[in-house]
């Protein structure tokens, strides 16, 4: 046989005979991107930063980070969320044109980080990573929002 009949068998058997790519999953958004906002990620991004710094008052200092392992577990449960939910922004349904992958990519990185600051029980890794999601919100807002969509 020639070299060029036995790469051309070779080709056909590794590409399957000419058969379709599997088909994708059917992805289905279920709601707007705003109500994924508010329903979903903002509880779970509230729970990671109602639980990291302090609260200075009249009558002293307050400390958020949680304090026991149920605490923890509900940060990193919460951060899990987060970090998903940047997965899920970039399914086909709520996915935007541009730079929103970056945005939605960034979240997760940051959320992960999150989760691993909650699992450790480290308070100031966890205040860094809230700060680190607030900052990717605060970009994707600043570049994707409709002005008085969200209520801010």
């Not at 088909?23 to 289905?28: E, R, S, V």
């Not at 900052?135 to 409709?146: P, Q």
Request: charged content about 15%; hydrophobic content about 45%.
């Amino acid at each position: 046989m020639k070299p060029g009949v036995v790469l051309a068998a070779v080709m056909l058997l590794v590409t399957g005979c000419g058969e379709p790519p599997p088909a994708q999953p059917p992805y289905q958004a279920t709601m707007t991107v705003h109500d994924f906002m508010i329903w979903y990620l903002e509880p779970a991004a509230d729970v990671i930063w109602d639980s990291a710094g302090f609260v200075l008052t009249a009558e002293g200092e307050t400390d958020l980070q949680p304090t026991t392992q149920e605490g923890w577990d509900h940060v990193r449960n919460s951060a899990t969320v987060v970090a998903e939910a940047g997965n899920l922004l970039m399914m086909p349904g709520y996915a935007a044109p541009g730079d929103w992958q970056e945005y939605a990519a960034g979240m997760t990185a940051a959320a992960n980080l999150a989760r691993d600051a909650a699992q450790a029980r480290d308070a100031d890794a966890l205040f860094d990573a809230g700060g680190a999601i607030y900052n990717v919100c605060r970009a994707c807002h600043n570049r994707y929002i409709v002005e008085g969509a969200s209520g801010e």
